[in-house]
């Protein structure tokens, strides 16, 4: 009965536990937030709904207000292991500059970083997780998945493309306990994969073996030259030859002007450089391949998705050209934080179209007013100048 009772409080105490950090940029939001003073000249966040948005509370983020800077800006929160549990990362980001270069994610970090020495580049800040959209360019527009291992970053060896329009975007990162990793855009998956498939956190299990190389008569070309294959004896003529149509000029005098030579045309009998046919080389023994042995330095971790300690989140990034509005910041285990946030992110994203639309609207009837008004006048002078005709 005790068990039982123990049972029913603590799945009590997970239906009514909150997410482990959470950030809707309203209130007094700045007082959460520490900013690094690693550099004297850090970027500055201010609070910001942005140009086209509906309702101005669940809209209002915070926006990167200085071209060409770093950011570092942390916030603390109870520290957490998500071992044996789920764990979602989501927040959203609008680049409403239209970005032509910079970060738009965010690190989780373990709880004992100095927040206020947060840095990145050379000796960063070492953090547990990157993730997000990052952008340079045409040819740099992918969603970082970095999990830190054992003291080194490691990527996702697959590409995941990021939104670059100037739109709100909601992005998710879901690490799972059985080492399986989701990634989602707008709610919309757009990549998952195995840990130990997509990253590179163990050592391989098998290696080229040291003491085996290549025979030196391991012969490894497809093809020889024919040796039967002969030249053809009319084969070497000249690549260039006199144009034929070529005339002296009439006025061309040997004396002052040398012996005249007709230009070079290329001759349309040359072939070129002659090589042989190439036939099936009969010594050929395929390509070589290394023997491999098992790994001596191999080992498996059954946990590759767990952390010991999250404590720590923060915007660690550099824009080139500022404007990027970043918001409901999330951190969970519970599906139903995520679908919230998906809700809230929804009802943004239908207020900020209807916005722009009917900004759009605007525009093209100013425009519109504004053509008529220049035509009524250009009538105007055509009349004008047809009255002085006729007197």
Known sequence: ?????????????????????????????????????????????????????GDAEISKGIKTSEDAKNYALSAKFAP??????KLIIQFTV????????????????PSTIDQKDLHGGEGETP???????????????????????????????????????????????????????????DDAKVESGSLYEDFDFLPAKLINDPAQSKPQDWVDQKT????????????????????PDAEK??????????????????????????????????????????PQIENPDYFHDPAVYKYSDFGVIGFDLWQ??????????????????????????QKIVEGENAAKAAEEKKEAEKKAAEEAATKANDDDDDDAEGAKDEL
Not at 80 to 85: A, D, I, L, T, V
Not at 261 to 284: D, H, L, R, S, T
Not at 334 to 344: F, I, P, Q, R, Y
């Open 80 to 85: 957490f292991s998500n071992e044996g549990k």
């Open 320 to 345: 080139v050209k500022a404007g990027t509005i970043f918001d409901n910041v999330l951190i969970t285990s519970d599906d139903a934080d995520a679908a919230a946030g998906v809700k809230v992110f």
């Open 249 to 290: 000029p009439e006025d061309w005098d040997e004396e002052m002007d040398g012996v005249w030579e007709a230009p070079q045309v290329p001759n349309p009998a040359f072939k070129g450089e002659w090589k042989p046919k190439q036939i099936p080389n009969p010594a050929y023994k395929g390509e070589w391949v290394h």
């Open 1 to 53: 009965m005790k068990a039982v009772a123990a049972l029913i409080v603590a799945l009590a105490a997970c239906a009514l536990a909150e997410p482990y950090f959470q950030e809707d940029f309203t209130g007094d939001w700045a007082s959460n937030w520490v900013q690094s003073k690693a550099k004297s000249d850090y970027g500055k966040f201010v609070a910001s709904t942005g140009k086209f948005f």
């Open 127 to 185: 953090y547990n997780i990157m993730f997000g959209p990052d952008i340079c360019g045409p040819g740099h527009r992918k969603v970082h998945v970095i999990f830190a291992y054992k003291g080194t970053n490691h990527q996702t060896k697959k590409t995941i493309a990021c939104k670059s329009d100037t739109l709100t975007h909601l992005y998710t990162l879901i690490v799972n306990p059985d080492n399986t990793y989701e990634v989602r855009i």
């Open 94 to 109: 609008k680049h409403e500059q239209d970005i032509d270069c910079g970060g738009g994610y965010v690190k989780l970090f």
């Open 224 to 243: 020889i030259a024919d040796p039967e294959d002969k030249k053809p004896a009319d084969w070497d003529v000249p690549e260039t030859i006199a144009d």
